[in-house]
């Protein structure tokens, strides 16, 4: 598991990201990075997602070594 609550004070959250309900692990981020809008349907997140996979992988594994 990467976080559990990806909420934080002084940010604004549309109501599909608060939603959603996601407990964020390696999986579900993969997929989320993978194509933002696809996975929550009404964010109004501009990031248009990272296609390549080393990428995705490469990401994740420094917020884990974050976290």
Same mark, same amino acid.
């Given at each position: 598991?990467? #976080?559990?609550?990806? %909420?934080? @004070? !002084? %940010? #604004?959250?549309?109501?599909?990201n608060k939603n959603k309900g996601?407990?964020?692990?390696?999986?579900?981020?993969?997929?989320?990075? *993978?194509?933002? =809008? =696809?996975?929550?349907? !009404?964010?109004?997140?501009? %990031?248009? !997602?990272? =296609?390549? *996979?080393?990428?995705? @992988?490469?990401?994740?594994?420094?917020?884990? #070594?974050? #976290?």
């Open positions: 598991m990467i #976080s559990p609550n990806p %909420f934080l @004070q !002084g %940010f #604004s959250y549309t109501d599909a996601v407990t964020w692990s390696e999986s579900t981020l993969d997929e989320y990075l *993978t194509d933002p =809008k =696809k996975y929550i349907p !009404g964010t109004k997140m501009i %990031f248009p !997602g990272l =296609k390549k *996979t080393n990428e995705r @992988q490469d990401l994740i594994a420094y917020l884990k #070594s974050c #976290s």
